[in-house]
């Protein structure tokens, strides 16, 4: 069974500085994927940065990027130059491998982004 | 829309009342996924659609709960015979491909209280 840990329930930034949210994830599978997904209060989940886990090089996209540490098995998402509109609870999901997709989600970190 | 829709948005039955919980797709899209998301938790998977078939429901709690996807388009997750432990926000999602290349789109969810 796979299991996804975000150790920081919350998290706050100041707007335009640099905050990173950890996760931890374990996994028995060889190849894998892993993932940041945003819920604004509105709930409607939007994907931020994926990461395959054979890929050595972090992932990035515009402002976010990642720490990808597989023997550490961990996966931590950086913001930089943080915005009022990044403020959400932000889920690290994994995939299940095999033939089914499902995903995997920690319990969250929600980020406050401060004026 | 283009995006994924679900309905109603909220709903509040009496314990013992059964429920019906819709998910309309983005058009042409094969994979479709339910999950349950507790307050203060991630999203947890439920089930797994390739276009009618059910390929995965070993995330459904209990044979109360039911899902289907006659059409290979919308879905219908229904829950008999609520019970408290049911409030939650059930999310669907859908994906154009099976396989994690591929981004589930996720629906704004349906907010089930128990009472």
């Known amino acids: 069974a796979q299991t996804v840990t975000q150790s920081q329930p919350e998290m706050s930034v100041q707007e335009a500085e640099t905050v990173t949210l950890s996760c931890t994830y374990d996994?028995?599978?060889?190849?894998?994927?892993l993932f940041w997904y945003k819920q604004p209060p509105s709930r409607q989940m939007i994907l931020v940065i994926r990461q395959e886990a054979y890929k050595q090089q972090n992932a990035t996209e515009n402002r976010f990027s990642v720490n990808f540490q597989k023997a550490a098995k961990s996966f931590s998402l950086k913001i930089s130059d943080s915005q009022l509109g990044d403020a959400a609870m932000y889920f690290c999901?994994?995939?299940?491998?095999?033939?089914?997709?499902?995903?995997?989600f920690g319990k969250g970190t929600l980020l406050t982004v401060n004026p | 829309g283009a995006g994924v829709s679900q309905s109603p948005r909220y709903k509040v039955a009496k314990r013992g009342q059964d429920v019906a919980l819709r998910c309309d797709p983005i058009s042409g899209h094969v994979s479709l996924f339910w999950y349950q998301q507790a307050l203060g938790q991630g999203p947890e998977f439920l089930t797994y659609f390739q276009n009618e078939a059910q390929l995965d429901k070993s995330g459904l709690p209990s044979d109360r709960f039911f899902a289907e996807r006659p059409e290979g388009s919308v879905s219908t997750l229904k829950i008999q015979r609520t019970q408290q432990e049911d409030s939650a926000v059930y999310l669907c999602?859908?994906?154009?491909?099976?396989?994690?290349?591929?981004?589930?789109?996720f629906g704004p969810g349906t907010r089930l209280t128990v009472t």
């Open positions: 996994t028995s599978e060889s190849d894998y994927y």
């Open positions: 999901a994994s995939d299940s491998g095999g033939s089914n997709y499902k995903l995997t």
């Open positions: 999602a859908s994906s154009f491909q099976a396989g994690v290349l591929y981004e589930q789109y």
